[in-house]
């Protein structure tokens, strides 16, 4: 099969957790005995040869070191969020990203990770307790319930300066509003999980054929899916104060990447977002289904480890501030 790659000769990566060790410290605990160098792409990657276990090293165990992959890890790098802003991981468990993002913000402002599966919830908490990270906020709840004018999420506080004038009793009393709000949204929906497991992807590859159970399932199921994942987006990009979403899967089907970006093309630009180019060296975009998919990115799992997906859609006054 195309896409059956033996594993062993891809690399593998590990993501350095910046919030417990830095890079250059864990490149030399794990360079001399693994061979480990740094990502030439993400900042906060290193390369391990093909086949190397790291499971059980203490690295792992104690959360200084994550087995996050390098498409999965271009996720966080891509929203580019600033220490102190508040953003929204909208489906989070196991909470790979969330923390990823918590490094990246160097553990300042807030992130709020929702996740709507209980049992998911617990494995969510249990990666951020290993991660270290004190700035999240766990939100047990449906991404698609979440109003997006709740002050939770745009906020406006009064803060009230008084002063008392010469002699006399009299206050005066001067208000401005401090405005605490979500800048960026991280939305990694569940996907059909096609770019991960090379046996899961062979009737992927030839259109689906009527009459054949399996496939008719698999369709069924990738159309939910896709309708799940449009509507999450078009949700995210609702957020009143939101000047950056990154949407990800690691599906390698155009139902679920580019004919999702393509619905929500019109609502995007009605709230002023347009795609921005994330990773601009990488050579692997979208497919050409609409103009524009340019700016898309995917990964290959018959090159990469793994097939994965990246939008990237950013507010047009934020881009004129030249922040792209
Ligand atoms: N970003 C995660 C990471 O890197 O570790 C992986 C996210 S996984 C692909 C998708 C998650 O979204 C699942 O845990 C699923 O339970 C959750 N989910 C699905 N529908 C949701 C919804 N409506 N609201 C919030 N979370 C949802």
């Known amino acids: 099969l195309l896409y059956q790659t033996p594993e062993v000769t891809k690399p593998r990566y590990?993501?350095?957790?910046?919030l417990k060790l830095d890079v250059e410290n864990a490149l030399c605990k794990l360079e001399r005995q693994y061979m480990a160098r740094k990502d030439d792409m993400v900042p906060d990657l290193l390369v391990l040869p093909p086949g190397t276990d790291l499971h059980d090293h203490p690295l792992v165990m104690n959360g200084?070191?994550?087995?996050?992959g390098k498409a999965s890890s271009m996720v966080a790098v891509a929203l580019r969020p600033k220490p102190g802003w508040e953003v929204l991981d909208a489906c989070s468990a196991p909470g790979n990203k969330t923390v990823h993002l918590a490094a990246l913000m160097k553990g300042q402002g807030k992130i709020i990770a929702c996740e709507l599966n209980k049992e998911r919830v617990k494995r969510l908490e249990d990666t951020i307790k290993r991660s270290g990270a004190t700035n999240v906020e766990v939100l047990h709840a449906d991404f698609l319930n979440l109003n997006t004018k709740d002050p939770l999420y745009s906020k406006a506080w009064m803060v009230m300066i008084k002063f008392q004038l010469g002699g006399t009793k009299d206050l005066l009393a001067i208000s401005s509003y401090v405005l605490r709000e979500v800048r960026a949204i991280l939305l990694d929906p569940s996907c059909s999980g096609s770019g991960t497991s090379a046996d899961r992807?062979?009737?992927?590859?030839?259109?689906?054929?009527?009459?054949?159970?399996?496939?008719?399932?698999?369709?069924?199921?990738?159309?939910?899916?896709?309708a799940f994942q449009r509507k999450a987006l078009a949700h995210a990009l609702s957020?009143?104060?939101?000047?950056?979403?990154?949407?990800?899967?690691?599906?390698?089907?155009?139902?679920?990447?580019?004919?999702?970006?393509?619905?929500?093309l019109p609502l995007a630009a009605s709230h002023g977002f347009q795609l921005a180019t994330p990773f601009p060296q990488w050579p692997r975009r979208g497919f050409p289904v609409f103009e524009g998919s340019e700016h898309l990115l995917r990964t290959d799992p018959t090159i990469d480890m793994e097939g994965f997906f990246i939008a990237l859609f950013v507010r047009k006054n934020v881009i004129n501030g030249n922040q792209e």
């Open 239 to 264: 957020f009143p104060a939101v000047e950056r979403v990154v949407y990800s899967t690691c599906s390698i089907n155009q139902a679920e990447n580019e004919d999702v970006i393509k619905s929500v």
């Open 64 to 68: 200084s070191v994550f087995l996050q």
């Open 14 to 18: 590990v993501r350095v957790n910046t």
């Open 201 to 226: 992807l062979d009737h992927l590859l030839p259109s689906y054929t009527a009459g054949q159970a399996a496939d008719v399932a698999d369709t069924e199921r990738v159309n939910k899916l896709a």
